[in-house]
């Protein structure tokens, strides 16, 4: 996996669930830096998964869908340090 981009999981806590701000999240960095998109049910609501080019370009990810949203209580991030497995195949 050396090469990737840094990978990042966002987990924002809302008041309303949804909104039009995350919407766009989901929309805007699809096939860009936004891999993932979950709503979970865990202490936050939704967990996203994002590559960077580097920490700034993840920090300007946040600042533009959570910081400037209301409804986004907080969040919390984990850094991807190693993938030990990737896949998609299913043993079908």
């Known amino acids: 996996m050396s090469g990737m981009p840094p990978r990042f999981a966002a987990h924002p806590q809302t008041a309303y669930g949804l909104t ?13 830096a936004l891999t ?7 202490d ?7 590559m960077a080019k580097d920490i700034q370009d993840y920090e300007a990810f946040t600042h533009q869908f959570f910081f400037a949203d209301k409804n986004v209580r907080k969040f919390r ?16």
Do not use: N, Q
């Not at 993932?36 to 865990?42: K, M, T, V």
């Open 77 to 92: 991030t984990s850094i991807v340090v190693s993938t030990e497995k990737e896949t998609l195949e299913l043993p079908i």
């Open 44 to 50: 936050s609501d939704f967990m996203m998964i994002v």
């Open 20 to 32: 039009a701000s995350l919407y766009a999240c989901r929309t805007t960095w699809e096939g860009h």
């Open 36 to 42: 993932h998109f979950y709503c979970i049910a865990s």
